[in-house]
């Protein structure tokens, strides 16, 4: 018992003061993409075309955020020239259009919607659903529930049943398979109810998109109101997104 409370005194407190204070990810971590737009048009072609996700529209220098899956091959190609990632986390969005991006996103606060900062700021309960993923973007969201993170202290759960939720949160590329079930979650969950879609699999098909077993985009299903881009997105990246969009 002595040994235990010892322990934990020199242990001390792990969980991080964000967004109090600031938090630095590791410079091997890619986030908001910046592009240079000042390049030749060969190099901009160049990786466009090696992109394996098509999420560079070569014409107007921008990067599908919703697409891309953050692999770095556009900044390597180009070295830096036309693409080179941030270490800024910040990456969700209100609308699917924001997705398309030249480095510069909307403040998502001023996009946030008063009413659900009224009715969730205070508690948000949340029912996760995984449609077919890989099970990376389910573990980033999981791993909000640790000492590190705690996302309780701000008062957002995530619950079992979607009876008792405010909302889904919804990771994958949406599989034949999965669709009813999915709808099915949503409408347990009373009005009113929010929609995150996390990840670039949700966003738009992400590694998936092409095949005829998925749904190119959580959106094309139902009215989404939080879209968080990643493959899989940070768990900064999500507790940014939640704190911002509805605190
Ligand atoms: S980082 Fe994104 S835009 Fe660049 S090549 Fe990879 S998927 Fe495409
Ligand atoms: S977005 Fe990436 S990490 Fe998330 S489920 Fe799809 S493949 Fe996995």
């Known amino acids: 018992m002595l040994s235990t409370l010892k322990n934990r ?16 990810l590791s410079p091997r971590y890619r986030g908001v993409p910046k592009i240079h737009k000042d390049v030749p048009a060969e190099l901009v072609a160049k990786c466009a075309d090696a992109c394996p996700q098509n ?9 599908d955020m919703g697409r891309c899956v953050f692999c770095g091959t556009c900044e390597r190609i180009s070295k830096g020239r036309f693409v080179s990632f941030t270490r800024n986390f910040e990456l969700a969005v209100s609308e699917k259009d924001h997705l398309m991006t030249d480095g510069t996103l909307p403040d998502l606060a001023r996009h946030s919607r008063q009413h659900f900062k009224k009715l969730f700021g205070r508690s948000l309960q949340l029912r996760q659903v995984s449609a077919a993923g890989c099970n990376a973007c389910e573990a980033d969201l ?3 529930a640790t000492p590190f993170f705690d996302l309780a202290r ?4 995530f619950v079992a049943s979607p009876r008792h939720a405010d909302g889904i949160v919804v990771t994958g590329p949406i599989s034949r398979n999965m669709k009813q079930a999915l709808f099915d979650t949503l409408e347990a969950v009373p009005a009113p109810k929010v929609v995150i879609a996390v990840g670039s699999c949700t966003l738009s ?11 190119e985009g959580l959106d094309a299903l139902m009215d989404v109101d939080l879209f968080i881009p990643g493959c899989p997105p940070h768990p900064m990246t999500n507790l940014h997104a939640l704190l911002t969009f509805f605190k």
């Open 142 to 144: 999981n791993v909000l």
């Open 55 to 63: 999420a560079i529209d070569a014409e107007r220098k921008l990067i």
């Open 205 to 215: 098909g992400g590694p998936f998109s092409g095949s005829p077993e998925i749904t």
């Open 154 to 157: 701000f008062g957002i759960n």
């Open 9 to 24: 005194l020199e242990q001390g407190c792990k969980t991080s003061k964000y967004p109090k204070e600031k938090i630095e």
